[in-house]
């Protein structure tokens, strides 16, 4: 058990719950199957509309064009770099418990949320192990009329989290951790 991820998840444990297992998802930056994609993607936005934005400073354009221009620059710098940075402290602050009741998912940059999976109720369950065994544990199935993008866009793209599954994130020996919540299932 991670010692950080197992004190700040026992504060959410009810009376005479306890805790079988706690982790966290890697740390750094990290590169998801989707990037194959977004990356080459974000590449192109960012460097069209940083053209645009100096055609627009350069042509004596009136100021609303540098400034409307600006606000997509941002979003490009953002697509191409920012989000690794934005996925990386939010997986700095995100900590994973289980209980034989259920399994607990403490984060949050600006505040704590804590999202509880009452086990007993849990539908399906989705591993994906890498080569190292690590992995990600996703906690049901996606859900809302974008539920076909959960396969392409990763958790750290802005606003897909409200249509993905709560997950246990790239965590350590992700076989193991699967394997406990099957057993809590089956009792």
């Known amino acids: 058990m991670d010692g950080e991820a197992q004190m700040i998840v026992s504060s959410e444990l009810s009376a005479g719950e306890k805790l079988l297992w706690s982790g966290r998802p890697r740390t750094g930056i990290r590169l998801s199957k989707a990037d194959v994609l977004l990356i080459p993607f974000s590449v192109m936005w960012c460097a069209g509309v940083v053209y645009w934005e100096k055609n627009a400073l350069s042509s004596g354009a009136p100021d609303f064009f540098p400034l409307f221009g600006l606000m997509f620059v941002v979003v490009g710098l953002y697509f ?10 939010r997986r700095g602050k995100t900590f994973y418990g289980l209980t034989p009741q259920r399994a607990i998912i403490v984060s949050g940059i600006f505040g704590r949320q804590v999202k509880s999976v009452a086990l007993a109720s849990l539908g399906e369950i989705t591993v994906s192990e890498r080569a ?23 958790p750290s793209w802005p606003g897909a989290a409200r249509y993905l ?3 246990l994130e790239m965590i350590e020996d992700v076989k193991t951790v699967y394997e406990q919540i099957r057993a809590q299932q089956r009792k």
């Open 80 to 89: 191409v770099v920012g989000r690794f940075i934005a996925d990386a402290f």
């Open 132 to 154: 190292d065994r690590s992995g990600t544990i996703s906690l049901g199935s996606p859900s809302g009329l974008n539920a076909w993008a959960a396969g392409i866009v990763p």
């Open 165 to 167: 599954p709560p997950m």
